[in-house]
């Protein structure tokens, strides 16, 4: 990455559309396969790991985005397009729904497990209460919404942007 005028650059083009890229593929991404993990349990040991790394990565471009977008953002704030602040106030709403999403991924993970572990111990001995179990059902109704949440907010942020750089095509 190069600095060009204070707006950081890959490869000549400003990095904001590039790592925008970033986010509006890995937080669907990590939202369906969130959704699968807390459909299917049994998916949850093979798969918690993958899970949990495009989460972190997805969960972690959401920043980087959003501090390119604020660079590129002082750039054409002079054009005064009211749709670019639109998306700019979007893009600032992102990252405490991605942070939720993340929280109730990881909770999703640990909860899955203990409930697997109490599901094994319930097989030996029928008193084993069903605490896990529950909590685990709660946290994958939780994760589904959030990461519907998530998902739905980073495709409103993309069409505000996609408005806004039509707009602006369309006026040169």
């Known amino acids: 990455m190069a600095r060009a005028d204070d707006l950081v650059t890959i490869f000549d083009l400003p990095a904001h559309p590039l790592l925008v890229h970033a986010v509006v593929v890995l937080l669907p991404l990590a939202a369906a396969g969130a959704a699968a993990l807390a459909v299917v349990p049994r998916w949850r040991q093979r798969y918690a790991w993958p899970l949990l790394g495009v989460t972190l990565l997805a969960v972690g471009s959401v920043p980087l985005a959003q501090w390119a977008g604020e660079q590129l ?100």
């Open 73 to 172: 953002y002082a750039k054409m704030a002079a054009l005064g397009n009211p749709l670019i602040q639109r998306h700019a106030d979007l893009g600032n709403d992102l990252l405490p729904f991605a942070l939720g999403f993340g929280v109730v991924v990881v909770a999703l993970l640990v909860s899955g497990r203990l409930a697997d572990r109490e599901r094994a111990a319930a097989v030996e001995d029928s008193a084993v209460p069903k605490t896990w179990r529950r909590i685990a059902v709660v946290v994958s109704v939780l994760v589904v919404a959030a990461g519907a949440a998530a998902t739905i907010q980073t495709v409103r942020i993309g069409h505000s942007g996609s408005t806004a750089v039509y707009d602006f095509v369309q006026t040169l």
